[in-house]
């Protein structure tokens, strides 16, 4: 995807999964009311009324955010792959608890506030795989596992729908209504 001044950030996210997170973390823009933006508002004017800030330079650090979030991705194939070796690793599932009850990947956890503390006191090199509904909020998490130094996190790309079509058909697959 090529993304210029006049790209919507609607678009943005949707391709670029962690790009949320990278203009908070650059710019403080998207993580709250007073710095949010609308998905039909271009960079260009994201830009122009936070205080003239460069496009070109928010478009670059966009892309490079999405190559480093990129490495984390583990296809469903690698996560099944790692899932049969020895020792396997940590599945954990980010989504809500009424979707995990409803469908889930066999093997896997239920992340909770409780599980997640007890991820975080032990070995920090321990394999842990995250996934969610399609693959876009997992990277949130793990990026705060890696800053809590779990620093073998990833994140099964695509999600739990990836590994529906691509691992085991059986698992339903399943849309979530968007609230107005």
């Known amino acids: 995807m090529t ?9 943005i996210l949707d391709a670029l999964p962690g790009a949320r997170r990278a203009l908070f973390a650059r ?4 993580g709250c009311q007073s710095c949010g933006f609308s998905p039909n508002e271009s ?9 003239g800030l460069d496009p070109s330079e928010m478009i670059a650090h966009l892309v490079a955010a999405h190559e480093h979030d990129k490495a984390l991705l583990l296809s469903a194939k690698e996560v099944q792959k790692r899932l049969a070796e020895s020792p396997s690793p ?19 956890q239920f992340l909770s506030q409780e599980l997640q503390q007890q991820l975080f006191a032990q070995d920090p090199m321990q394999e842990i795989i995250l996934y969610d509904h399609l693959g876009k909020n997992a990277l949130d998490t793990c990026a705060w596992f890696l800053g809590h130094g779990m620093q073998n996190t990833r994140v099964l790309q695509g999600g739990i729908d990836a590994w ?7 698992l339903p697959r399943y849309q979530l209504e968007i609230e107005p």
């Open 90 to 108: 940590v599945l954990l599932d980010c989504r809500t608890r009424e979707e995990h009850e409803a469908v889930s990947i066999p093997s896997s």
């Open 27 to 30: 710019y403080h823009l998207g």
């Open 43 to 51: 960079i260009a004017s994201l830009c122009e009324r936070n205080g």
């Open 3 to 11: 993304i210029t001044p006049q790209t919507e950030m609607g678009t």
């Open 164 to 170: 529906s079509r691509e691992i085991d058909p059986s």
